[in-house]
């Protein structure tokens, strides 16, 4: 994927609201494996990238986050959407949709023209 | 919304403890073990597991700077850390500290207070309707180019008929009332001035109560009328708003308040408390007259007219009036203008430039002295700045660092100098004696602001030299030089002479124009008035109509006056006048000598016009060279055809004959006039310290010609004894003899002497004290840069004891090395003083920009404290004992 840094920025922080917004309260690590899973493996998330994510999107007030034990009875740390979050999910995505139609319009072959 | 509330979070980020670092490596710990675990399930070995898992979540480290600086707000908490670091080095050195901020508060202090006048008076506009259209328009002999006359009333009302280029015109006069109760409150004297209707109109002003006067007001033969200012109304009326449409007395007759104006109206000075019609008070043969001249005009130009040109056209109109009646009378031949603020602001300008180049001086030496601290202090620190450039600090971290040490001390000096500025503000308003619009002189939020911005400049003047000198290139070779190098930082000391120099140029240059000042001042303080300065009270009334309309009534009140206080004990000696020498010009009077052949028409001769009652000579100590001065025999209108002049006017009009017996013609209102015998010649005196001995006249005050005789001054001499004590005795004495009439300026002629001579008594007292303080700033320099050169030799002059050098020499090495920047210095700032003394000539008195003695007495202070300063390091260097010199490094 070349060049993914980019693309990272714009996009981890709708990653990780979405993941969340579908699975609930999930721990970093969580968060992690879902997203790389989902992106079938062409992503991979190290600390550097996903903690900071996290920390901007608590401090803007779209998730929230608590410790608890994980699955093996370990302490993790949960992070769940507000409801702030909740909302802002539906919008990003919506603006990411349309986003992405007008670039497919651009890169379709020109047919119709 | 949510990045403030980000921002917020990470402000208090800023003061968190530890605790979210360390919850934040717990969830790093979890999330590699759960990474692990999943590994191991996969059926890879622990190991292998860890391996893969620590690869794939990259540095824990980089994650943990990463998280911390998104928690906080990095470039505030660098600052912050510099403060601390400034606060800790300076609080290190308390001395230090203390001296730098003194230095700068005092400087920043000066120039913030000299600011707040400077803005007030000089630059902010006058509180009127379009000021910048408002002009002030003059007599003017286009012979002086600088001539700039009163103007009479005859010349206004034809110049106000005619003119093309003004929308308005308007005249007013100085004036005064005896101001008398209702209902016993005491009587006063109060400044006033006649104004034709159109005054306030034209300048924009509108009377708070009541209205402005109309041009049925300004009438001869009109109902009396009056505007109060609001000061009199406060304070005489009580504020009480009921007084409009009341009556008052003014000279014991009545007038009708017909407006109060506001409170910010204090054109043309804050002492005058009313305001009447021009027409209704001034006597009609004034107000036909193109002789007279009494009157100041101020006019508004329409828009779009230039001053020039309209001052043009009505001076074109003056010259018609000069060439028809300047064979009768004295008349100006033309019309001169400037804005209404160059006049109002008139004399203050340059003191007050001077002043604020003398405090930016200060200022500017005040940050080179702190400079010169700070790059002492950079070559103290120089191994602790190599070592961290060599650890990877920036050149840039550093320079902050430094800068940031200099903005702290200039911050909290700025802080304490603004103090120090309300202070000196109020202290400088007060003791400026006629400043224009003092009362609108005080801080605000612009001089605030302009304190605030030379703080910061101060600041990072005085720090980034030192900064980057000591963090320049070279900077690691303070790591190699760790033992036995001698002399090693002669950059440095350079850099440190350099500053010196400066500093010593800008002084010498201050002190110059100190001395300069001084001596002018010094000069006009001895200048002898010709008369008695001492122990000589003085004070003034006016007899009004109608209560003393005749001559009988006003003669018989100035006798009874005289015999009372000559009666008091302690009085020597009393007499009568209008006005004592040094208290202005008051007026002259147009004279012909029926002896002399007639003058070319359109040539007039004035004298200086005074009056004076038997015993005002002696009482005055002004010596009679010769005839006789006025006895009681010149009383009543009767047998008052005599007068007294100066040498001056002996000299000036009678030049190769005996005056005495000679007759005057004197035109008071009526061509021809009357002839005056002259009866005596007595020494000269002056109208003003600073202004040459000028022909005077003066006529006999017991005449009781209601023109003369009303206005008197009265003067009493007591010997060897303070004079003071008389005051009181003698008003109760007026009081009993007529309890309506007030008397004001009770002055001993030390104080009338001392009030012209205030202001510059005043700048050149505050110019040598910024002098003095600088001379001490460079001072304390040399000081400084000389026991560091020595601290930094004492390898090399142990060296030199040890191979036999004789301590005089040590002595002469280290003053010459020290005396260098001063020499330099001196030489500098006495070429700049050449120039910059040309700039402060026109406000010396009887001395020359470049006066020798002043120059001379600034070299040499100068080098005695250069010499003090660098004496003691001298001294210390010979004392140097090679032993432990050599041992030292």
């Known amino acids: 994927m070349g060049n993914k840094a980019d693309v990272w920025q714009g996009t981890l922080a709708l990653m990780v609201l979405k993941t969340l917004e579908t699975m609930g309260s999930l721990h970093g690590y969580g968060i992690a494996r879902r997203i790389e899973q989902t992106s079938g493996d062409l992503l991979s998330l190290n600390y550097g990238t996903l903690y900071p994510a996290l920390l901007k999107l608590e401090q803007e007030g779209y998730i929230t986050s608590s410790w608890g034990a994980s699955e093996n009875n370990r302490r993790a740390k949960y992070y769940e959407l507000t409801r702030a979050g909740k909302k802002q999910v539906k919008k990003e995505a919506a603006d990411w949709e349309q986003t992405t139609a007008i670039l497919a319009r651009f890169l379709a072959p020109a047919e119709e023209a | ?889």
């Open chain 2, 1 to 889: 919304m949510r990045r403030l509330r980000a921002l917020w979070l990470r402000v208090r980020g800023m003061f968190a403890s530890g605790r979210a670092e360390a919850e934040f490596s717990a969830e790093l710990e979890s999330h590699l073990a759960m990474n692990i675990e999943d590994g191991v399930r996969a059926g890879l070995s622990r190991e292998e597991a860890r391996r893969q898992a620590l690869i794939r979540l990259g540095g824990m480290e980089q994650a943990k700077i990463a998280q911390r600086e998104r928690c906080g707000l990095p470039v505030v908490e660098a600052l912050g850390r510099d403060v601390a670091y400034g606060v800790r080095t300076l609080r290190k050195n308390p001395g230090f500290a203390i001296v730098s901020i003194l230095v700068i508060a005092i400087g920043i202090g000066a120039n913030a207070a000299l600011f707040t006048v400077v803005r007030s008076v000089l630059l902010r506009p006058l509180p009127f309707a379009d000021p910048d259209r408002l002009v002030m328009m003059y007599g003017h002999n286009p012979d002086d180019p600088d001539s700039r006359n009163v103007v009479a009333a005859g010349d206004f009302y034809e110049w106000q008929k005619a003119s093309q280029g003004f929308e308005q015109m308007a005249i007013w006069r100085w004036s005064g009332y005896n101001l008398s109760g209702q209902k016993n409150e005491l009587p006063e004297m109060v400044s006033a001035a006649y104004g034709s209707w159109n005054l306030f109109s034209m300048l924009g002003v509108q009377p708070v109560l009541g209205r402005s006067f109309d041009p049925n007001d300004d009438k001869a033969g009109a109902s009396r009328t009056v505007i109060l200012n609001w000061g009199l109304f406060k304070r005489r009326f009580n504020g009480d708003p009921a007084i409009v449409g009341k009556t008052i007395r003014l000279n014991s007759q009545t007038y009708t308040v017909v407006g109060v104006l506001p409170g910010w109206f204090t054109y043309p000075d804050p002492e005058v408390q009313l305001w009447t019609p021009y027409r209704l008070e001034e006597n009609p043969q004034n107000i036909e007259s193109h002789f007279n001249h009494m009157g100041h005009v101020i006019a508004r130009l329409k828009p779009g007219v230039s001053r020039e040109q309209a001052t043009q056209q009505v001076s074109g109109v003056q010259h018609q009036l000069f060439l028809r009646y300047n064979n009768s009378g004295p008349v100006v031949a033309g019309v001169t203008s400037q804005p209404l603020v160059n006049e109002v602001v008139g004399e203050v300008k340059k003191p007050l430039y001077i002043l604020m180049g003398a405090v930016g001086c200060l200022l500017l030496i005040a940050c080179l002295n702190l400079s010169n601290l700070l790059v002492a202090r950079a070559a103290a620190r120089r191994k602790e700045i190599a070592i961290r450039t060599a650890l990877g600090s920036s050149r840039a971290r550093l320079c902050r660092e430094q800068l940031t040490e200099s903005l702290l001390i200039c911050v909290a000096g700025g802080a304490v100098g603004l103090v120090l500025a309300v202070w000196a503000t109020r202290w400088l308003t007060t003791r400026w004696v006629d400043m224009p619009r003092a009362e609108a002189v005080h801080p605000d939020g612009v001089v605030v602001a302009f304190a605030v911005g030379i703080t910061l400049l101060t600041g990072i003047l005085s720090g980034l030299l030192p900064a980057l000198s000591a963090t320049g290139r070279g900077v690691l070779s303070a790591l190699q030089d760790a033992s036995r190098t001698i002399g090693g930082s002669a950059s440095r000391a350079s850099l440190r002479k350099v500053l010196l120099t400066a500093e010593i140029a800008l002084t010498v240059v201050l002190l110059v124009c100190a001395g300069l000042l001084f001596k002018s001042f010094v000069r006009l303080r001895s200048v002898d008035l010709g008369c008695r300065t001492d122990n000589v009270l003085t004070m003034k009334f006016f007899l009004r109509r109608p209560k003393y309309a005749q001559p009988e009534q006003i003669v018989a009140f100035h006798t009874g006056l005289l015999e009372k206080v000559r009666a008091l004990p302690g009085v020597e000696g009393a007499g009568l006048t209008n006005v004592v020498p040094g208290d202005g010009y008051y007026g002259d009077t147009g004279i012909r000598f029926p002896e002399h052949p007639p003058l070319p028409p359109g040539v007039h001769q004035f004298a200086i016009y005074r009056t004076a009652g038997p015993g005002y000579f002696s009482a005055m100590g002004i010596p009679l060279v010769r005839g006789r001065v006025f006895t009681e025999d010149e009383r009543g209108m009767t047998n008052d055809k005599h007068i007294v002049i100066n040498q001056q006017f002996a000299r000036e009009y009678f030049p190769n004959e005996d005056s005495i017996g000679k007759h005057v013609f004197v035109s008071w209102e009526s061509d021809p006039g009357d002839a005056y015998e002259v009866i005596g010649i007595v020494g000269d005196t002056l109208y003003a310290l600073d202004q040459p001995v000028k022909p005077m006249i003066w006529f006999p005050i017991l005449s009781g010609n209601p023109v003369e005789s009303v206005d008197a001054m009265l003067v009493v001499h007591s010997r060897g004894r303070d004079v003071t004590p008389l005051a009181l005795p003698i008003q109760k004495l007026i009081a009993q003899m007529d309890p309506d009439l007030p008397v004001s300026r009770v002055l001993t002629m030390e104080q009338i002497v001392g009030e012209s001579t205030a202001n510059s008594s005043f700048s050149a007292t505050l110019v040598l004290a910024f002098a003095g303080l600088s001379l001490l700033l460079a001072a304390v320099g040399l000081y400084g840069v000389l026991s560091y050169l020595v601290t930094q030799r004492t390898t090399e002059i142990g060296i030199r004891i040890a191979l036999g050098a004789r301590r005089t020499q040590l002595l002469q090495l280290v003053m010459l090395d020290g005396l260098r920047p001063a020499f330099v210095g001196l030489a500098l700032g006495i070429a700049g003083s050449v120039g910059a003394t040309q700039l402060i000539r026109s406000v010396l008195y009887a001395t020359r920009p470049l006066d020798a003695v002043v120059y001379v007495s600034v070299i040499v202070t100068l080098l005695l404290a250069a010499a003090a300063a660098c004496l003691v390091p001298a001294w210390r260097a010979t004392r140097v004992n090679p032993i432990q010199a050599l041992r030292a490094e």
